[in-house]
Nanobody, 123 residues
């Protein structure tokens, strides 16, 4: 399975960050998998943001739930992250990943990762 993140590398404060993860080699709707978004700010650890399940159900980090939305397009085998009202603290490398569970923040908890995409929030 291969995952590839795409989206703008620079977002202005107060705007909405939108990233897409394109999945190849497997269908998002087969198998009991959770498709997650995670991020790693500079000098900090990995943070799980949210996930969409094989069923289409969504799960969010409670600390970011009010600003986060995850959706999918099964016809394109893609899922999308939207993070609203961004601030410079949202600057990070954003990853999409596949795992058997959701809510986990260790790389070993996921069996497939995208390479990551740098997003900088700055005016």
């Amino acid at each position: 399975v291969q995952l590839q993140e795409s989206g703008p590398g620079l977002v202005k404060p107060s705007q909405t960050l939108s990233l897409t993860c394109t999945v190849s080699g497997a269908s998002m709707t087969t198998g009991l998998y959770f498709w997650s978004w995670l991020r790693q700010p500079p000098g900090k650890g990995l943070e799980w943001l949210g996930a969409i399940a094989y069923s289409g159900s969504t799960y969010y980090n409670p600390s970011l739930k009010s600003r986060t939305s995850i959706s999918r397009d099964t016809s394109k085998n893609q899922f999308t992250l939207q993070l609203s009202s961004v601030t410079p603290e949202d600057t990070a490398v954003y990853h999409c990943a596949r795992g058997d569970f959701y809510g986990l923040g260790r790389p070993d908890d996921y069996d497939s990762w995208g390479q990551g995409t740098q997003v900088t929030v700055s005016s």
